[in-house]
């Protein structure tokens, strides 16, 4: 059982940057592959991108790629987002999750944080 608590979120004005962090409690963090994904409302949850369980593969949606950075330190039980040039399309309440390998659809990720809301105004 692992229990997921994202913290970060906020509004920030487009162009401007946050980092969101998933901070995980239970059993073997370190040998789950971690994800984040992002609903905004009257959508579905979309992939934002993952991470391996060592941190040596990531993968991100192409809507984000090149602005948002996945990264974690298994020491502090902790997977962090990085997110720059922030736009409002990307406002929406950002979730983490744990054990989806390498898969990037929901359905393989087995726990969930609550979510934390991210808007950006322009």
């Known amino acids: 059982q692992v229990q997921l608590v994202e913290s970060g979120g906020g509004l920030v004005q487009a162009g401007g940057s946050l980092r969101l962090s998933c901070a995980a409690s239970g059993r073997s963090f370190s040998s789950y592959a971690m994800g984040w994904f992002r609903q905004a409302p009257g959508k579905e949850r979309e992939f934002v991108g993952r991470?391996?369980?060592?941190?040596?593969?990531?993968a991100y949606a192409d809507s984000v790629k090149g602005r948002f950075t996945i990264s974690r330190d298994n020491n502090k039980n902790t997977v962090y987002l990085q997110m720059n040039s922030l736009k409002p399309e990307d406002t929406a309440v950002y979730f983490c999750?744990?054990?989806?390998?390498?898969?990037?659809?929901?359905?393989?990720?087995?726990?969930w944080g609550q979510g934390t809301q991210v808007t950006v105004s322009s």
């Open positions: 991470i391996t369980w060592s941190g040596g593969i990531t």
């Open positions: 999750a744990a054990g989806g390998g390498l898969y990037s659809s929901a359905q393989y990720y087995s726990y």
